[in-house]
């Protein structure tokens, strides 16, 4: 009796995947979004607290999207190119010295 | 534990009069006192102090009425094994089973709202329950009743325990506003506040003013509770820190307990130790608030019995749901996998039968470790965690050993496992009495104590469906040989 197959292996290794690149995606969403607020005029504090909060939806969002993606390997890429274009913004804010 | 009752929490202490000789003459030249006065949780006062790297290193509970020192409790209990097993599973190397339990929340959150999109008849299966029903359908009946009923409570529960742990799942997104600040020089590395020392100032308050080296003394703690009060109102405050006691700059933070209210307060006053004079007050932002408000959800710290039967009947629901989720999930396989000959419907439900049952039967065990290891014993801590560890890695290897000598269609592994837990949390009734002079009608009628009769009754309550679900699991099994079950 087999405990294991290639499809189940390739499975979880796509799975493990999209939650790593939704993470960090999810991260420099919740980093943008306190910026953004912070630009706005919030406290520093409430930007941050405002980030996090969001942050949880963010990637509740993400991951059911991503695993609606068909078909699903591509879903990491996707993820992973989102994630280079948000980082950019981010990092640009941080070049410009409009975060904090 | 200590076990003290409820109504020491009306006792009016001085602390002036009561608790600063006790603490001048155990901890003079502490970096910090902490007082928590007594409340309904805690009955007792404790008092805790220690130097600059471990604040409340010492921890001395106290009885409120004698002001003796109660004796030290060497037991974890609920509140230091349970609590954090339940956010971090102990492991905290790194914050590991924090984000252990982080996945697995965001997975459960994931499905909640997945398992609403994907459900069309969601509001016919509020009421459709077919007890009578042949096993399959009254455990998906069940399944998609708790599954439904308190998804509210779930969709909250899940999303408020990952908010609260936010500093350890996003870290970047206070780092990225608050810079770290390089010290011009090592003496200056000391006093430069990180980012995270920073956010924690700024949104929750949690200041640390520098101290003079100045000796000095301390004016009336009572007077600056007194203070404090008038805005709260009467007996509001729970916490009274001293930092830098006898120093020129040493002051005290005052905080109010969340009795009240469902937001978790954590407002504070904030006095001059030496002359007691009011130097600020902290209060939370409104979005701060809003999170306090989430947070206060999950902690339940209110003082509101109904509502925390509630948490305590949606949480049983939750857990019914994963049980016969599990059920449901093997079931649907089983025919499947025994022709294909993959082993995954076994693994799934070794996996069930140790997470489910098996964790049931390790508390138990864990409870009556508890009972049974004397007092005074300086181990118990350690002996109780081992017991329950031990006996879950036990609970596993039934479980597997079960399935791979499994002729039934039921594991066997479900039915012998929910009677040991029967079997042992009538056990654990039976040695509280014993070992404690606590029984029901004592604790319920003679001398009311809610806390000691409300663990007794629902382990009663458990061990007895613990018990009815075993019979049930052991007549259902079907018999017939795994090739016959196969060519079903």
Redesign the interface.
Same mark, same amino acid.
């Given at each position: 009796m087999r405990i294991y197959s290639l499809s189940v292996l390739s499975t979880i290794a796509i799975v493990f995947a999209i939650t790593l690149s939704g993470y960090w995606l999810t991260s420099e969403l919740v980093v943008l979004t306190a910026n953004s607020v912070y630009l706005l005029g919030l406290a520093r504090a409430d930007a941050v607290m405002v980030g996090v909060m969001l942050g949880f939806i963010y990637g509740c969002i993400l991951l059911l999207w991503a695993f609606s993606i068909t078909p699903i390997k591509k879903a990491p890429i996707y993820l992973l190119a989102l994630f280079a274009c948000i980082w950019v913004v981010n990092f640009s804010f941080k070049a410009w010295g409009l975060t904090a | 534990m200590n076990r003290l009752p409820a109504e020491r929490v009306q006792v009016d202490i001085s602390i002036d009069k009561q608790i600063r000789p006790i603490l001048d003459q155990q901890a003079s030249d502490a970096a910090a006192w902490t007082i928590l006065l007594p409340r309904e949780r805690i009955p007792f006062l404790t008092l805790a102090y220690g130097k600059e790297d471990d604040r409340k290193g010492q921890r001395i509970n106290y009885d409120p009425l004698t002001m003796e020192a109660l004796p030290p409790s060497y037991s974890d209990g609920a509140s230091n094994f349970f609590y954090p097993f339940h956010h971090n599973l102990t492991l905290r190397h790194n914050n590991i089973g924090a984000w252990i339990v982080g996945?697995a929340s965001?997975g459960m959150?994931?499905l909640l709202? %997945?398992g609403v999109i994907i459900h069309r008849r969601i509001f016919s299966e509020f009421f459709t329950f077919r007890a009578k029903a042949k096993f399959g359908r009254s455990n998906l009946d069940l399944h998609n009743l708790t599954g439904v009923l308190p998804l509210p409570f779930y969709i909250l529960i899940t999303?408020s325990g990952?908010?609260i742990a936010?500093m350890i799942?996003?870290p970047?997104?206070?780092q990225?506003?608050?810079?770290d600040r390089q010290p011009q020089s090592s003496s200056q590395a000391a006093r430069v506040p990180t980012a995270e020392r920073q956010?924690l100032t700024? %949104?929750l308050g949690r200041k640390r003013l520098p101290k003079a080296n100045i000796p000095a003394e301390i004016g009336s703690l009572d007077a600056m509770v007194k203070d404090a009060e008038k805005h709260w109102g009467n007996n509001s405050v729970y916490l009274v820190r001293v930092n830098y006691p006898y120093d020129a700059k040493g002051n005290v933070v005052l905080r109010r307990t969340n009795d009240e209210t469902i937001t978790k307060n954590i407002d504070n006053y904030r006095y001059d130790a030496p002359s007691a004079a009011f130097l600020e007050r902290y209060q939370s932002?409104?979005?701060?608030n809003?999170?306090n408000f989430?947070s206060g959800l999950h902690y339940i710290q209110f003082k509101h019995w109904t509502l925390r039967w509630l948490y305590f009947l949606g949480g049983i629901a939750g857990c019914i749901c994963i049980a016969t989720g599990l059920f449901f999930f093997v079931e649907k396989r089983w025919n499947k996998h025994q022709k294909q000959?993959?082993?995954?419907s076994r693994?799934v439900d070794a996996l069930a039968v140790t997470s489910v049952t098996g964790i049931l039967v390790a508390t138990a065990m864990m409870m009556l470790l508890n009972r049974l290891i004397p007092e005074t014993f300086e181990s118990k801590a350690q002996l109780e965690q081992y017991g329950f560890w031990g006996i879950w890695l036990l609970m596993a290897f039934h479980a597997f050993s079960r399935q791979f000598s499994r002729q039934e269609r039921i594991s066997a592994g479900w039915h012998q496992q929910l009677f040991l837990m029967a079997a042992l949390s009538f056990l654990c009734v039976l040695l509280n009495w014993i070992t404690t002079g606590d029984h029901l009608i004592k604790t319920f009628i003679w001398s009311p104590d809610m806390a000691v009769a409300g663990v007794d009754l629902v382990m009663i309550i458990m061990a007895l469906i613990a018990l009815k679900a075993g019979l049930m699991l052991r007549n259902k099994h079907d018999s017939r040989p795994l090739n016959k079950l196969s060519e079903a």
């Amino acid at each position: 009796m087999r405990i294991y197959s290639l499809s189940v292996l390739s499975t979880i290794a796509i799975v493990f995947a999209i939650t790593l690149s939704g993470y960090w995606l999810t991260s420099e969403l919740v980093v943008l979004t306190a910026n953004s607020v912070y630009l706005l005029g919030l406290a520093r504090a409430d930007a941050v607290m405002v980030g996090v909060m969001l942050g949880f939806i963010y990637g509740c969002i993400l991951l059911l999207w991503a695993f609606s993606i068909t078909p699903i390997k591509k879903a990491p890429i996707y993820l992973l190119a989102l994630f280079a274009c948000i980082w950019v913004v981010n990092f640009s804010f941080k070049a410009w010295g409009l975060t904090a | 534990m200590n076990r003290l009752p409820a109504e020491r929490v009306q006792v009016d202490i001085s602390i002036d009069k009561q608790i600063r000789p006790i603490l001048d003459q155990q901890a003079s030249d502490a970096a910090a006192w902490t007082i928590l006065l007594p409340r309904e949780r805690i009955p007792f006062l404790t008092l805790a102090y220690g130097k600059e790297d471990d604040r409340k290193g010492q921890r001395i509970n106290y009885d409120p009425l004698t002001m003796e020192a109660l004796p030290p409790s060497y037991s974890d209990g609920a509140s230091n094994f349970f609590y954090p097993f339940h956010h971090n599973l102990t492991l905290r190397h790194n914050n590991i089973g924090a984000w252990i339990v982080g996945v697995a929340s965001m997975g459960m959150l994931c499905l909640l709202i %997945s398992g609403v999109i994907i459900h069309r008849r969601i509001f016919s299966e509020f009421f459709t329950f077919r007890a009578k029903a042949k096993f399959g359908r009254s455990n998906l009946d069940l399944h998609n009743l708790t599954g439904v009923l308190p998804l509210p409570f779930y969709i909250l529960i899940t999303l408020s325990g990952l908010m609260i742990a936010f500093m350890i799942y996003f870290p970047d997104a206070y780092q990225g506003l608050y810079n770290d600040r390089q010290p011009q020089s090592s003496s200056q590395a000391a006093r430069v506040p990180t980012a995270e020392r920073q956010f924690l100032t700024e %949104s929750l308050g949690r200041k640390r003013l520098p101290k003079a080296n100045i000796p000095a003394e301390i004016g009336s703690l009572d007077a600056m509770v007194k203070d404090a009060e008038k805005h709260w109102g009467n007996n509001s405050v729970y916490l009274v820190r001293v930092n830098y006691p006898y120093d020129a700059k040493g002051n005290v933070v005052l905080r109010r307990t969340n009795d009240e209210t469902i937001t978790k307060n954590i407002d504070n006053y904030r006095y001059d130790a030496p002359s007691a004079a009011f130097l600020e007050r902290y209060q939370s932002s409104v979005t701060v608030n809003v999170w306090n408000f989430i947070s206060g959800l999950h902690y339940i710290q209110f003082k509101h019995w109904t509502l925390r039967w509630l948490y305590f009947l949606g949480g049983i629901a939750g857990c019914i749901c994963i049980a016969t989720g599990l059920f449901f999930f093997v079931e649907k396989r089983w025919n499947k996998h025994q022709k294909q000959k993959i082993a995954g419907s076994r693994l799934v439900d070794a996996l069930a039968v140790t997470s489910v049952t098996g964790i049931l039967v390790a508390t138990a065990m864990m409870m009556l470790l508890n009972r049974l290891i004397p007092e005074t014993f300086e181990s118990k801590a350690q002996l109780e965690q081992y017991g329950f560890w031990g006996i879950w890695l036990l609970m596993a290897f039934h479980a597997f050993s079960r399935q791979f000598s499994r002729q039934e269609r039921i594991s066997a592994g479900w039915h012998q496992q929910l009677f040991l837990m029967a079997a042992l949390s009538f056990l654990c009734v039976l040695l509280n009495w014993i070992t404690t002079g606590d029984h029901l009608i004592k604790t319920f009628i003679w001398s009311p104590d809610m806390a000691v009769a409300g663990v007794d009754l629902v382990m009663i309550i458990m061990a007895l469906i613990a018990l009815k679900a075993g019979l049930m699991l052991r007549n259902k099994h079907d018999s017939r040989p795994l090739n016959k079950l196969s060519e079903a």
